[in-house]
């Protein structure tokens, strides 16, 4: 039996659809690519976006045509849309089999048995078999749900509060992913690092000590972690992530304003001076970090002023990458009962000159890094002797050779930049 699985939006979702996928392995359901192919379609949705949300529904929509064509397969629907717009799919898309909610995704491999349990007749359900992931980049979720309250976003109504996943499971999902194959392990969380677990061994246990931990599990190679909070950029997080060679020299950051005003209406609880504090230590400790951030253009209420002090901030920053969002209003947040609304036209001219800006840095980081030896983690094949990867500051690169594999950790030295991608010869 085959399974096409159809993810919508980011980390947090894809590692969901990696641990729903799993579950759906053990039941005999081998991955496949071709929708006709397929045995089963598997949609994680997301609602954080609005963009996201409309894509998800429309290739859900369009999936009618292939349970006419396959009336025994399974649609499965699954995620934050799913939670939030539940009753909804369910008139919309009557020929959905199974719709579980971003809440409920510890419930999935119950709620997968209770479905497969009513189509043995029509689907041959083979025994339980081990899964076998071997891909080479690994996301291990650490933690579920968010206690902020950040007036743009809909997280918490569709994941819940936050849930610590046990030390003991990440650590030992952390060495079967390495077991399996994985070079590169990204821990996930909403605020990955307000992770605070009610069983420690310590007390004052916090994201820093997991953090050491994992890099302690014999065979890790490189960690990364997404997305942490300015406010629990602890001295304590930064010492961790410096002492512990493991830990990728790269952090995204998102600071979404420049403005205090702005960061009030949001409720990000930090000030601008205490984001470039913090961005301060990090780079007295880690003078090599690579940082990237988020930004939201046009919130409510955003003066001209505002935004200058976020194009200052960006000045300031000097990031190697940045997200920049135009705002949008997500049903059920704070924010879009807001009634100060930034015309569309001023939104656009203004991200339309923040990504000129970051660009510019962007491009001028890259460049710098043209002569420079950098270890490069090759991830995909690209056929005739083309391979790319990424370094340790997250920088994607091409490398051509014939004698690559996907996983092998190599030294290159970068020749060349085109479009923020480097070009790199082995050494």
Known sequence: MK??????????????????????????????ENEEAADAILVNTCTVRDLAEHKAA????????????????????????AERSKDEFKKRFPYIDLIVGAKDIEQFPKELERILSTQEESLPLPELTPTTPNAVV??????????????????????????????????????????QGAKEIWLLGQ?????????????????????????????????RFISPHPYYLTDKLIDSMSSNPKVCEHIHLPVQSGSDDMLRK???????????????????????????????????????????????????????????????????????EM????????????????????????????????GTVQEILVEDDKGDGVFRGKTRGAWRARLKSENLKLGDLVQARITGTHSRELHAELI
């Open 138 to 179: 690994q996301y291990v979720t650490i933690m579920r749900g968010c206690n902020y309250n950040c007036s743009y976003c809909i997280v918490p109504a569709v994941r819940g509060r936050e849930i610590y996943l046990p030390i003991e499971k990440i650590l030992a999902e952390v060495a079967d992913r390495v077991g």
């Open 58 to 81: 429309s290739f859900i929509g369009r999936l009618k045509e292939w349970k006419m064509a396959h009336p025994q397969g399974l649609v499965i629907v699954t995620g934050c849309a």
């Open 339 to 370: 009634k100060e609304e930034v015309p569309e036209m001023i939104k656009e001219a203004r991200v339309n000159e923040l990504l000129a800006l970051t660009d510019s840095q962007g491009t001028g980081k890259a460049a710098k890094l043209i």
């Open 266 to 336: 949001m409720k990000r609880n930090y000030t601008r001076d205490l984001y470039m504090r913090g961005l301060e230590r990090l780079r007295r400790a880690i003078p090599n970090i690579a940082v990237s951030t988020d930004i939201i253009v046009g919130f409510p209420g955003e003066t001209n002023a505002d935004f200058q002090q976020t194009l200052t901030l960006v000045q300031e920053a000097n990031f190697d990458s940045a997200y920049c969002f135009q705002y949008s209003p997500r049903p059920g947040t704070a924010s879009a």
């Open 191 to 223: 605020t990955v690092n307000s992770y605070k677990p009610s069983h420690a061994p310590k007390p004052h246990y916090d994201f820093a000590d997991l953090l050491s931990d994992v890099c302690a599990v014999p065979g890790t190679q490189r960690i």
């Open 3 to 32: 399974l096409l699985i159809k993810t919508f939006g980011c980390q947090m979702n894809f590692a969901d659809s990696d641990e729903m996928g799993r579950h759906m392995k053990e039941r005999g359901f081998q991955p496949t």
